[in-house]
């Protein structure tokens, strides 16, 4: 393997090299076997400390990361921001050098705004690992929504994949984006034009074909990757009401079967049934929703172990 | 390897038909020592106790006429020194499909150097289950002077006492053009 992922931090995917991305999604196809065994537990980051340090509510992110933490042996503490001592004013990099002084190996980081796991990782020692900044990045969702791509196309490059939704505002499509570009496959991106800025690839990444509409970024893909609409945009006028969005934008049997006939579906969730995707589409066989989740636990442990379990700095 | 290490070729101590001689002896032993090949689970190390493993298991299989279990382990999630050892190394999938469980488990590698490969191998099968017995079987033993834990062979396929600087090399090939076994020397400063 030539240039395989050596860093001290995952901080997103849009620096990363195709080597090192795949050197991360060939760790985690080995650590799947792990997961499957009686004892889900080796000894391999025995006597590391993990923070998770969460700012935004989570649910399976931080369940996974800390599943991923407990199965390698290392100890996980989860910080969420109710109970931290950011609500009582201590400034976020105080709060960082405050955890580095207790010594952790890793920081897990979750925050509204875009840039914190940056910051935090020039102050800090540990190696920091971003679980989701503002609407800039969320590295290991791109990398288990990779993995589930993989498992079920065999490969990423050449393929068409779809995104849809709010596009604007989703660190997982940047993400995705980024990662799906460098490993050779096709994006079209499609939402409410409010939501889908029409220069969007200047942004990001310039091969992405930003669509005129849903049914053109669905037709002919073989991957089609649905955003969580986050209910809260609808009081910022960037689309009527839920019930227009789900009629508009919503992926239905009907815009699915414009897919290629063995076209995957994902979603990052938690999904908002009858909106974003109908119920019928979430449960059928071409819904990977729950194999997304699964492989994020592997992710999670392969990137824990690559950022955590050596010691890159001595080489 | 031998390149980008700078190493001296030295001598070669096992050709192809040496190295099929004594991998049969193994197998022999093997099925000697246990009375048959019922209940035997060979468990080869990666990477190359892989190929080794595959081919005592083939020999047992002629001699005894049924296939033994077959696995493999990969012990990176078990080495002792990863915080020391630098950049990560390569983390491999172990594959132990049937239960390992109340069975004669035969853990093979190719070279048995400082004992601490073992170690993290047995400690990884009782993560698995509880054999009945578990030996240990080597083409090239290094003698026990280098030993640093208390683990010795079961079934040795030779004994090459070597320095410290010296490398042994088992090409098979699985990974090389020729099957031998080669000692290399690190060239002193």
Redesign the interface.
């Known amino acids: 393997?030539d240039k395989?992922f050596?860093r001290r931090d995952l901080l997103g995917i849009r620096n990363l090299s195709a080597a090192e991305i795949i050197g991360i999604l060939?760790?985690a196809?080995?650590?799947r076997?792990?997961n499957t065994?009686?004892?889900k537990?080796?000894?391999?980051l025995r006597g590391k400390t993990i923070i998770n340090l969460f700012f935004e509510a989570s649910t399976r992110t931080r369940t996974s990361f800390e599943l991923a933490a407990k199965r390698?042996s290392a100890d996980a503490v989860n910080i969420s921001v109710s109970s931290s001592a950011l609500t009582k004013g201590e400034t976020l990099i105080d709060t960082a050098l405050n955890l580095d002084a207790m010594s952790p190996d890793c920081i897990v980081v979750r925050h509204s705004s875009a840039g914190v796991p940056h910051q935090l990782a020039k102050v800090s020692k540990a190696a920091i690992v971003n679980a989701g900044d503002g609407a800039n990045e969320h590295p290991t969702q791109a990398l288990l929504d990779a993995m589930t791509i993989r498992e079920h196309k065999g490969k990423i490059e050449n393929l068409q994949v779809a995104i849809v939704g709010d596009i604007l505002h989703s660190r997982v499509a940047r993400s995705n984006i980024h990662l799906l570009t460098k490993l050779g496959a096709s994006v079209r991106v499609a939402g409410p034009k409010t939501l889908v800025p029409n220069d969007f690839q200047f942004i990001v990444e310039k091969d992405l074909h930003v669509a005129a509409n849903v049914e053109e970024a669905i037709d002919g893909a073989d991957v089609v990757m649905i955003l969580r609409i986050q209910r809260e945009r609808q009081d910022s006028a960037y689309f009527p009401t839920l019930r227009e969005y789900a009629i508009h934008y919503g992926l239905t049997q009907e815009r699915l079967d414009l897919a290629k006939s063995d076209a995957i579906v994902l979603h990052p969730g938690p999904m908002n049934r009858g909106i974003e995707i109908a119920s019928d589409v979430a449960d059928s066989s071409r819904s990977l929703i729950l194999d997304q989740v699964k492989y994020g636990v592997a992710v999670r442990m392969?990137v824990l172990?690559?950022t955590t379990?050596?010691?890159?700095s001595?080489? | 390897m031998a390149d980008e290490l700078n190493l001296v070729e030295k001598s070669k101590i096992m050709d192809n038909a040496r190295m099929k001689r004594a991998l049969s002896r193994l197998a022999s032993e093997i099925v000697e020592e246990n009375q048959g090949a019922k209940d035997l689970y060979l468990v080869g190390i990666r990477r190359r106790g892989v190929p080794i493993a595959e081919r005592i298991a083939k020999k047992i299989e002629e001699l005894e006429g049924v296939q033994p279990l077959f696995g493999i382990i990969d012990i990176t999630l078990y080495r002792d020194d990863l915080s020391t050892v630098g950049a990560n190394p390569i983390v491999n999938r172990t594959e132990l499909d049937e239960d390992i469980s109340d069975k004669i488990v035969v853990l093979i590698d190719d070279v048995l150097y400082t004992g601490r490969t073992i170690r993290a191998a047995l400690d990884q099968l009782m993560d698995f289950g509880r054999p009945q017995k578990v030996q240990l079987a080597v083409l090239i033993d290094r003698g026990r002077e280098h030993r640093e834990l208390p683990i010795q062979a079961d079934y040795i396929g030779k004994t090459v006492p070597t320095k410290k600087a010296e490398i042994i090399k088992v090409m098979l090939k699985e990974y090389d053009d020729e099957e031998a076994v080669w000692i290399y020397e690190r060239p002193s400063e």
């Open positions: 393997m395989p050596r060939d760790t196809e080995n650590f076997e792990v065994r009686e004892i537990k080796v000894p391999t390698l392969a172990y690559l379990g050596g010691n890159p001595s080489e």
